[in-house]
């Protein structure tokens, strides 16, 4: 009987330049070679294809890290996306197939066309790259990295739509690049703090005016009415801080 790739579970790198599948009903193994070291898997929703991050061996600094592509009907290479210019450690497709990610110790998320090969996007966090989704419905992509940190990004435009960070208690915060915020209690939202003007102050001392759950979700729904760029405009946070510690004026006897 004819297999086909939902049939199959990928195996992590051993080592031998190779990617391994095996099948989940009978261990029947299917390979791929591959000239460099395995650092990275994942298949494609339609299970016709496999993608993998490929980067230098002991070292050679003198080839690439690059994504390759794989049919795995005939288990030829279909496609090299290149680069990377550190260890690829995470790949990913989108739901609808068209489109690759791949995370790398250059810090960078890049967004790959699978029919061309043309880098789409490249997408920064402050250290490697450790982790790459799409979102369920494809608009975003979602990558962690070892700054502790995870983002969401726009697929069509590149766009940072929020990040977000948790604590060793559990508490954790999500904000949008406008400040606007949600927070799993006022102890999550106490892992930020407010730049205004010169000064960097506690999310705590302007906790009202940048928790907002709703523009948060807006946000990510790519603001579709205008309502977070709207509310960030009107937002003066020098103007609420100057009222907070304004001191008041004593009572006349």
Known sequence: MKKSLSDYAESMNDY???IRCYS???????????DLWVGAVAFSPDGRRIAAGIS??????????????WDVASERELRTFSKHSEAIGCVAFSPDGRTIASGSDDKLVKLWDVA???ELLALGHADRVTSVAFSPDGRSVISGSADMMFRRWSRATGELLTT???????????????GFFVASSRKGAACLNVRVGLEVVLADQVYDQLH??????????GDPRGEVREAAAKLDLAKVLSKSLAKPESSRE
Request: hydrophobic share 25%; no cysteine.
């Open 164 to 178: 977000s960070l948790s604590t060793e208690d559990g508490e954790w915060v999500t904000v949008t690049p406008d």
């Open 56 to 69: 230098p061996y002991d070292g050679d600094y003198g080839k690439s890290w690059t994504v390759k592509l």
């Open 16 to 18: 031998s330049n190779r």
């Open 116 to 118: 061309s090969g043309r």
């Open 24 to 34: 989940v009903e009978d261990g029947h193994e299917r390979s791929f070679a591959s």
């Open 212 to 221: 907002r759950p709703d523009l948060v979700r807006e946000k990510l729904a």
